[in-house]
């Protein structure tokens, strides 16, 4: 069984352009939530979906968006990169949220 | 605001001993998850046990086991007979019922031949 795949695994990008990053869960998975990790502020929420309906959101600002296709794969979407979005990004899919979430090796975004 | 700390920034033990790595949360909510998660330096996030808050025994996973306290809120793991695998990063994490994880800073395990 397949799990999450990330992709790219990594990138760089200059300030002021915009990156989406994709990631395909685990077949049967329906909830995808993505998590932004830096060195500072550790791992943080950034949002959920499920059943291509966002259900939760963390505190980032609007240029972090993302969004689900029918087949569950989801996409995030960061706008006028700042050198600040420079982390790991994490998703994780689910399919019975309490049982855990099963995380992709993340892409890594450099912002120059 | 619910949040999770590990007050173990980085720990260091010989291999086959048996380490301690410790956690304490805060919330209002009484049912909730709780997991340690493990991240070697391939960056996967890799479940290592979960725990339902209502269930009063411990979970075990072979090796792992953890000490939950619900009325300290507290939520320690335990690595018995540890591995030079098992050098990664540790993350206690909650999970609260808008499914949403709130993660620790981390604890750096480092296992020592």
């Known amino acids: 069984k397949a799990g999450v795949t990330q992709t790219p695994r990594y990138l760089i990008k200059t300030r002021g352009q915009q990156v989406t990053l994709s990631c395909s869960p685990i077949s049967g998975h329906r909830s995808v939530s993505w998590y932004q990790q830096t060195p500072g502020q550790g791992l943080q929420f950034l949002f959920e979906?499920?059943?291509?309906?966002?259900?939760n959101k963390g505190n980032f600002p609007g240029r972090f968006s993302g969004r689900q296709f029918s087949n569950s794969r989801s996409e995030m979407n960061v706008s006028t990169l700042e050198l600040g979005d420079s982390a790991l990004y994490l998703c994780?899919?689910?399919?019975?949220?309490?049982?855990?979430?099963?995380f992709g090796s993340g892409t890594r975004l450099t912002v120059v | 605001a619910q949040t999770v700390t590990q007050s173990q920034p980085e720990m260091s033990v010989q291999e086959a001993e048996t380490v301690t790595l410790s956690c304490t949360y805060d919330t209002s909510e009484s049912n909730y998850y709780l997991f340690w998660y493990k991240q070697p330096p391939s960056r996967q996030m890799i479940l290592v046990i979960r725990?339902?808050?209502?269930?009063?025994q411990n979970a075990t996973e072979n090796r792992f086991s953890v000490n939950f306290q619900k009325a300290a809120k507290s939520f320690s793991l335990k690595i018995s007979d540890s591995q030079l695998g098992d050098t990664a990063m540790y993350f206690c994490?909650?999970?609260?019922?808008?499914?949403?994880?709130?993660f620790g800073k981390g604890t750096r395990l480092h296992i020592l031949p």
């Open positions: 994780a899919s689910s399919a019975d949220s309490p049982k855990g979430y099963t």
């Open positions: 979906y499920f059943s291509e309906t966002q259900r």
């Open positions: 725990q339902e808050a209502y269930k009063q």
């Open positions: 994490a909650f999970m609260n019922r808008d499914d949403k994880i709130i």
